[in-house]
Each structure stands twice: as C-alpha cells, then as structure tokens.
C-alpha cells in the first residue's frame, strides 16, 4: 500500500524559504515519479514540481528559479523534498505530495495515482 505524508509547512513572511518534504512507504519505488501540487482557498489544485522515474524534472512557471524538487536519499524510506525560496504570498496554500506508477514528466493531476493529505504553507506580505 501507498502511502505519502507531508511535512514541513508553516508560516513565513514575503522572501523567507521553507523545506517540504513528502515520506513515501517503501512500495514507492525507482519506478514511481513523484510530485508536489498545491491549492490556494478557492482555487483548483495546480502542479508545482515533478521528479520523473529518470530523475527529470519539471517546473510550473511560477516555480522556476525559487523551488527546488529533489529526492533525499539518507532516509530509510523515499522522502521528496521541495526546497522553496523567495516566497511570496501568492505561493499560500495547501501543498501535495503526490506518487505516479510510471514515467510521467506531466503536472496535470490525472497522471498521478497516490496523494498526501497536504502540508499548510502561509506567506505574510
């Protein structure tokens, strides 16, 4: 069984940074892709960052040049990471972790199999 639990989230003001990160049970494997997504109140769930089962990645617009998605492989079980810099408030909301069986370089939402319960991300302007 797949099971992803995020953490990390908070609160902090225009310009901080935060690490997310995103434990993944051992079933996910090499094989799987895994991304991060987010929602705002009142808005639909949008990808941020995938990491493909080749190790590409890939970036929502908004997301380039201040996130980072990468996989921490000290860990006993597969962790995501998504190191996220010069954060506005615009980059509120409830942010995803999300398991995909295949290579899948997409950040549309159908292409993933497994979610998270999501983690709170709040930036103070």
């Known amino acids: 069984q797949v099971q992803l639990v995020e953490s990390g989230g908070g609160s902090v003001q225009t310009g901080g940074s935060l690490t997310l990160s995103c434990a993944a049970s051992?079933?996910?494997?090499?094989?799987?892709?895994m991304g991060w997504f987010r929602q705002a109140p009142g808005n639909e769930r949008e990808g941020v960052a995938v990491?493909?089962?080749?190790?590409?990645?890939?970036?929502a617009d908004f997301a380039k040049g201040r996130f980072t998605i990468s996989k921490d492989n000290t860990k006993n079980t597969p962790t995501l990471v998504l190191q996220m810099n010069s954060l506005r408030p615009e980059d509120t909301g409830m942010y995803y972790c999300?398991?995909?069986?295949?290579?899948?370089?997409?950040?549309?939402?159908?292409?993933?199999?497994?979610w998270g319960q999501g983690t709170q991300v709040t930036v103070s302007s």
């Open positions: 999300a398991a995909a069986r295949d290579l899948v370089y997409s950040l549309r939402l159908r292409y993933y199999d497994y």
């Open positions: 051992r079933s996910v494997d090499r094989t799987f892709s």
């Open positions: 990491l493909a089962s080749d190790g590409e990645t890939r970036y």
